[in-house]
């Protein structure tokens, strides 16, 4: 069941969308919708720019307009959000200072579900978000394709493999999957008969209400793309886990988790 969805604004060109897809998914589910947007400490960035130059202390007039400029951002992303959510809805609007992967992890903890776009413009700042979203919180995430966001996903793709990350994936997808008029349990095979493991989870899936129907993948030179082919022309959702190998706190998910994050051309929800 989902009734909290948590959703981070930058302050940027990007919030009104991400807020407005946000927004949706929670009257869908009739859910209460909490937007955070996290403004750098002035002192702190100050220190970090002046460090990687090597110069001085930072001087009075860098703090004064590091502080100007994230005042600057809050209260873009406070219009983004005030023109969208109306008062007196169920929706909240925060605002922390500090780095803004640990104070989403701190709000998405107690979240069931984290709105979590890539981000093209702060491309850094977007995957640090993104990734301790995935590997600190415990919650499924839904990250949205670059066009916008379906109203409803009638149709949706779930990336299997016999692992925890996928049946936590799959469990938290299930509100979605019980709504949705086509299911497809995608398997790449590796290996010979590989794709009947797909079949324990059609039977439970019916037991939840669901239909889905099995749809073995020739692993062939390339599994991810094959995945994704099958899932982007196919599917509005790609149900997945996200399989890390993180190493201080670097980027290097395997292969099919980094792929689809990056180059998904429709929504998805993964979990870790």
Known sequence: MIKTILAAASGGGSDA???AAALALARAFDAHLDVLHVRPDPAALAVAMTTDVGSA????ALLDQLERDGKAREAKARD????LCPAGGDTE?????GEEPQW???YGVTADLIFAPRGAGEAAASRATL????????RPLIIPPAAALPATFERIAIAWKATPPAARAVAAALPFLSRAREVAVLIVEEEAGQGE???????NLARHGVSAKAQPLPAGKDGAAALLAAAGGNADLLVMGGYGHSRLREWVFGGVTQLVLADAPLAVLIAH
Do not use: C, D, M, Q
């Not at 990734?131 to 415990?138: C, D, F, I």
């Not at 493991?197 to 039977?203: G, H, T």
């Open 17 to 19: 969308a991400n807020i």
């Open 57 to 60: 202390a930072p001087t009075t």
């Open 80 to 83: 983004s959000f005030t023109k």
């Open 93 to 97: 609007f925060h605002v922390e200072i």
């Open 104 to 106: 989403v992890v701190r």
């Open 131 to 138: 990734e301790a979203s995935l590997l600190e919180t415990g």
């Open 197 to 203: 493991e797909a079949e324990p989870l059609v039977r």
